[in-house]
């Protein structure tokens, strides 16, 4: 079982948006810790998608988006593409355990 | 551009030892203050960390792991290593190799990961 939750799926047709919620605890998200988000394609490596809750490294598209409030952030993705498709996981640090968290990972459908 | 390249052996029996290393290249492990980690994934589930090792030695485990982890730094050779003892058909997943500029950062930089089979 995993310190962050996620949805295990979430889905939508190509040009809308979809939210990808993270929630955790006061031990990480809402101790003030920042929030990163990866996106994996099956049989490859995670990639980083945004880091410090809100920030997209360079080439990722302003169609993805991050916040964060109180022990909870999300990922927005608009636009939505078939190449969109992948797993998204959040990830932060937590206090209590001295390491870093993952959410079990949401698999995103474009329909 | 940094890059990591996880070795060693794809299948390790129960009981046994599973043993590790990442080599690093494009930068010196030995610049900067990194957090060098490792994470595993078991086929179809999501990351779990397993620790994290400084480049002065430092160590934190995840806790359910400590009693059987041991991470370790060569600075003359450019990599770092995990060792897993006591093994079982649970510890079986892709183990990757990551680069954090801290503990607390975002992982900036994966290995492409080593599929580890724990079988007799």
């Known amino acids: 079982q995993s310190v962050l939750t996620q949805p295990p799926s979430v889905s939508g047709a190509p040009g809308q948006r979809v939210t990808v919620s993270c929630t955790g605890s006061n031990s990480n998200i809402g101790a003030g810790y920042n929030v990163q988000w990866y996106r994996q394609v099956p049989g490859t490596a995670p990639r980083l998608l945004i880091f410090?809750?809100?920030s997209r490294p360079s080439g990722v598209p302003d169609r993805f988006s991050g916040s964060k409030s109180g022990a909870s952030a999300s990922l927005d993705i608009s636009d939505l593409l078939p190449e969109d498709e992948a797993d998204y996981y959040c990830?932060?640090?937590?206090?209590?355990?001295?390491?870093?968290?993952f959410g079990g990972g949401t698999k995103l459908s474009v329909l | 551009q940094v890059q990591l390249q996880e070795s060693g052996p794809g299948l390790v029996k129960p009981s046994q030892t599973l043993s590790l290393t990442c080599s690093v290249s494009g930068g010196s492990i030995n610049s900067g203050s990194y957090s060098w980690s490792w994470i595993r994934q078991p086929a179809g589930e999501g990351l779990e960390w397993i620790g994290r090792?400084?480049?002065?030695?430092?160590?934190n485990y995840k806790p359910s792991l400590k009693s059987r982890v041991t991470m370790s730094v060569t600075t003359s050779k450019n990599e770092f290593s995990l060792r897993l003892s006591s093994v079982t058909a649970s510890d079986t997943a892709v183990y990757y190799c990551t680069r954090s500029s801290s503990p607390h950062r975002e992982i900036e930089f994966w290995g492409r990961g080593i599929l580890v089979t724990v079988s007799s």
């Open positions: 990830q932060s640090y937590d206090s209590s355990l001295s390491g870093l968290i």
């Open positions: 090792i400084s480049t002065s030695g430092s160590t």
């Open positions: 410090a809750d809100s």
